[in-house]
């Protein structure tokens, strides 16, 4: 009798389990159905009303958040947005906005930003060639004190656009997530992985030179490239010296601007080789500018122009931004915490192997990358995300836009990407030349 009950038992047993786990399914899915992404849709722009470009907006402590576009708009979406969460909207030169999300409508708002002039002491000392190089120095010494060097993981999204002189031809994105070891690591350490992708029809003209020059010299993955944009970090790696370089006698340093982000100068200093100031050279050769924080010395932003001037280089001029370079690149960086970590990069250059072609008039053009990597989330605690295994890891020799990958819709409407510049209308009616480019995303699945 007792086995009957022990079996009975059981069997009682085994009945509430499974109506158990019944049951938590239902809570787990109702708590899915339940769970929200709201988004905030809105317009950056100052008092005169003028669009305010690249942004920064997130929420809380800023490991979470999107850009503007070069037209000031963004969308920023975020799942299940507690009462308590801030919406922060910052940009060099002007005053930081600030919102409790419970207070703001999700739809269409406009944020005014007011600019900010930096208040120099009664006794104004202009700084001179020799002291900001000493400003330049301090600040590149600064580096391992203000950047990370412990691991840390960032998602991201990733636009790459193909322009022949002003026409759009290609356009890819994809959510990216990458792996970086520290600030003092060669952009080759970092392992990145993707998420999701979309593509357009590809209406790049390829030559025969450029099918022989990938038989010879192979592809290269661009989503890697990006990273040698980043003149910040591996600094003290041989071949990633470029701010070092400028310590050299070559270069001189003369003062832009100062700006105020959160309340603090940031001197903007213009760089290039000697007595650019007062006459460019001929040849090959870079400028920019470098952004210093005042308070810690951290370089917020550099900006560099690999430029090319001469008659011998007048085949290089670029119809669309009206200037003879080879390469142009911005990269930016904000304070988490106590470190400052990526917030993006901007590059242009030359498509390798196919960037001498003829438009559709049989004219000489030039095919660029005009291409972007935003920062979305940023995990800097191990706990808080998988690690990116080497098997995993994308590529480095092999084009994004060759690669197969699923097209999921559903996955990109709850994903933050920056929004393409509604200014730039021809790109997409450009690229929408035979069918809509939601269609093309469709069909460029496989």
């Given at each position: 009798?007792?086995?009957?009950?022990?079996?009975?038992?059981?069997?009682?047993?085994?009945?509430?389990?499974?109506r158990?786990?019944?049951?938590?399914?239902?809570l787990?899915?109702?708590?899915?159905?339940l769970?929200?992404?709201?988004?905030?849709?809105?317009?950056?722009?100052?008092?005169?009303?003028?669009?305010?470009?690249?942004?920064?907006?997130?929420?809380?402590?800023?490991?979470?958040?999107?850009?503007?576009n070069?037209?000031g708009?963004?969308?920023?979406?975020?799942?299940?947005?507690?009462?308590?969460?801030?919406?922060?909207?910052t940009?060099?030169?002007?005053?930081?906005?600030?919102?409790?999300?419970?207070?703001?409508?999700?739809?269409?708002?406009?944020?005014?930003?007011s600019?900010?002039?930096?208040?120099?002491?009664?006794?104004?000392?202009?700084?001179?060639?020799?002291?900001?190089?000493?400003?330049?120095?301090?600040?590149?010494?600064?580096?391992?004190?203000?950047?990370?060097?412990?691991?840390?993981?960032?998602?991201?999204?990733?636009?790459?656009?193909?322009?022949?002189?002003?026409?759009?031809?290609?356009?890819?994105?994809?959510a990216?997530?990458?792996?970086?070891?520290?600030?003092?690591m060669?952009?080759?350490n970092?392992?990145?992985r993707?998420?999701?992708?979309?593509?357009?029809?590809?209406?790049?003209?390829?030559?025969?030179?450029?099918?022989?020059?990938?038989?010879?010299?192979?592809e290269?993955?661009n989503?890697?490239?990006?990273?040698?944009?980043?003149?910040?970090?591996?600094?003290?790696?041989e071949?990633?010296?470029?701010l070092?370089?400028?310590?050299?006698?070559r270069?001189?340093f003369?003062?832009d601007?100062?700006?105020?982000?959160?309340?603090?100068?940031?001197?903007?200093?213009?760089?290039?080789?000697?007595?650019?100031?007062?006459?460019?050279?001929?040849?090959?050769?870079?400028k920019?500018?470098?952004?210093?924080s005042?308070?810690?010395?951290?370089?917020?932003?550099?900006?560099?122009?690999?430029?090319?001037?001469?008659?011998?280089?007048?085949?290089?001029?670029?119809?669309?931004?009206?200037?003879?370079?080879?390469?142009?690149s911005?990269?930016?960086?904000?304070?988490?915490?106590?470190?400052?970590?990526?917030?993006?990069?901007?590059?242009?250059?030359?498509?390798?192997?196919?960037?001498k072609?003829?438009?559709?008039?049989?004219?000489?053009?030039?095919q660029?990358?005009?291409?972007?990597?935003?920062?979305?989330?940023?995990?800097?605690?191990?706990?808080?995300?998988d690690?990116?295994?080497?098997?995993?890891?994308?590529?480095?020799?092999?084009?994004?836009?060759?690669?197969?990958?699923?097209?999921?819709?559903?996955?990109?409407?709850?994903y933050?990407?920056?929004?393409?510049?509604?200014?730039?209308?021809?790109?997409v009616?450009?690229?929408e030349?035979?069918?809509?480019?939601?269609?093309?995303?469709?069909?460029?699945?496989?």
């Amino acid at each position: 009798m007792s086995l009957i009950y022990s079996m009975a038992d059981i069997i009682i047993r085994m009945i509430t389990f499974k109506r158990n786990i019944i049951l938590l399914t239902a809570l787990l899915w109702q708590t899915t159905l339940l769970a929200q992404v709201i988004e905030y849709h809105g317009l950056v722009v100052d008092k005169n009303q003028t669009p305010i470009p690249y942004a920064n907006i997130y929420i809380n402590e800023g490991k979470v958040g999107t850009h503007s576009n070069e037209a000031g708009e963004f969308v920023l979406k975020v799942s299940d947005p507690s009462v308590k969460d801030s919406l922060h909207v910052t940009a060099i030169g002007f005053k930081s906005a600030h919102y409790l999300l419970s207070s703001i409508d999700s739809g269409r708002m406009i944020i005014s930003l007011s600019q900010q002039v930096a208040i120099l002491d009664n006794v104004v000392i202009t700084p001179t060639k020799d002291s900001l190089g000493i400003i330049v120095k301090k600040a590149i010494a600064a580096i391992p004190k203000n950047y990370p060097k412990k691991k840390y993981y960032i998602d991201g999204f990733y636009r790459e656009l193909v322009m022949r002189d002003s026409t759009y031809v290609r356009l890819l994105e994809a959510a990216v997530g990458f792996q970086d070891r520290g600030f003092d690591m060669p952009p080759d350490n970092i392992r990145a992985r993707v998420l999701a992708v979309r593509k357009s029809e590809d209406y790049i003209n390829y030559s025969l030179y450029t099918k022989l020059h990938k038989i010879m010299y192979g592809e290269k993955n661009n989503l890697y490239e990006t990273f040698k944009y980043d003149q910040i970090r591996g600094f003290n790696k041989e071949g990633f010296k470029y701010l070092e370089s400028l310590l050299s006698n070559r270069y001189e340093f003369f003062l832009d601007t100062i700006k105020i982000l959160d309340e603090k100068k940031i001197y903007v200093i213009n760089y290039g080789p000697i007595d650019m100031q007062w006459k460019a050279p001929k040849g090959i050769f870079t400028k920019g500018k470098i952004y210093i924080s005042e308070k810690d010395l951290a370089i917020v932003r550099v900006d560099r122009d690999y430029i090319a001037d001469g008659k011998k280089w007048e085949n290089l001029k670029n119809l669309a931004f009206n200037k003879t370079w080879l390469k142009k690149s911005t990269v930016v960086y904000r304070k988490i915490e106590n470190k400052y970590y990526l917030s993006y990069i901007k590059w242009l250059s030359w498509v390798g192997g196919a960037w001498k072609t003829e438009n559709e008039q049989g004219e000489k053009t030039t095919q660029f990358y005009n291409n972007s990597l935003y920062v979305n989330t940023i995990y800097t605690s191990k706990k808080d995300y998988d690690k990116i295994r080497k098997r995993e890891s994308i590529e480095r020799d092999v084009d994004l836009y060759a690669k197969e990958y699923d097209y999921d819709p559903d996955f990109w409407k709850d994903y933050n990407t920056v929004l393409i510049n509604p200014l730039y209308k021809k790109a997409v009616k450009d690229l929408e030349r035979n069918q809509p480019l939601d269609e093309q995303f469709e069909n460029n699945r496989k």
